[in-house]
């Protein structure tokens, strides 16, 4: 049988968290052939809640669930680290100016990166959840100087996956016939969703569109507001659907894209695009080998240059501030 793979979620007691350890367990994050180990890090007040889910967890006897730990400090829990989820954040609350909700991320993400540097196996992967989740990922590789960059990405394929749902309902088609679609940039606002690449059932999805009004006025502000939309909805933020995402991300990343598709991943740019070299911004993807690439080559027209470089500029202003607040 296979050695277990460990696997920390921080954050573990959170609504994602919930949602997320069930399907990690149940063999869907790594496939049904690999035993996972859980690593839980939560801060000390909410330890309880996450032995709770423990609880729940060993309830389910999950045949691939080789063991669970708990913990409220982050070298612990990142001791031998495989795959670790970085969930847990400090989330924007009433009156927090942009520099205090990035100083007190750093102060989380920070640390974590230094433990992911102290303790990790040497496979790591990294994928952070917790908002802002680009900025989050630079800081935490930025205190790992001994893994590769590489192997930390923040997650944009909620907005991916949000993405292909909003124009397979426009084309009345489903999301299997939607291919190579992509999200760029920053996982914000200025998130840029980009069909101009995308085929449907192997036509050019812009040109079975067909309407700039739709893309400009509907698709592309639906799939960057979404997520306010579900807290306006629900009164919570995306829970199941991120954990989904999650679970997509580190799946293809371990396992490998489809032949014939690409995904989005939040990745430390090479330079491609005219991305300033380092920055964690999202681009279409493969992953061959356990290793993400950049797809290349695609031509970006001027529709598409524009609101790519509004999103990176804001990456850039947010590296610029934790910069200057010492974080990186
Ligand atoms: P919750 O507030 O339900 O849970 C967060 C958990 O993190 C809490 O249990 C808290 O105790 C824990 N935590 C805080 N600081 C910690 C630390 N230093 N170490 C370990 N645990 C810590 O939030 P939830 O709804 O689960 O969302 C988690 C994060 O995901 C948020 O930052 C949220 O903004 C972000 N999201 C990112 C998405 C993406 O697509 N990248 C989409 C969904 C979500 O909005």
Redesign the pocket.
Known sequence: AKAPVNVTV?????????ALLFRIASGQLLGADTPVKLRL???P??VK??EGTAMELDDCAFPLLAGIDIF?D?RQAFDGVNVALL?????RTKGMERGDLLEANG??FG??GEAINAGAADDVRVL????P?NTNALIAQAHAPDVPAERFT??????HNRALSQLAGKLGVTVNDIKKLTIWGN?SATQYPDIFHAEVDGRNAAEAVNDEAWLRDTFIPTVAKR?AAIIEARG????A??AN?AIDHVHDWVNGTPEGDWTSVALPSDGSYGVPEGLISSFPAVSRNGSWEIVQGLEINEFSRERIDASVRELEEERDAVRKLGLI
């Open positions: 921080t954050g573990a007691a959170g609504q994602i968290g919930y890090l939560e801060i007040q909410a809640a996450a409220d982050a969930v847990g954040a400090r989330p102060g989380i640390p974590q952070v959840v917790g908002n989740a923040a997650m944009t394929r909620l907005d996982h997520g919570a933020s995306s829970a659907s991120a995402a």
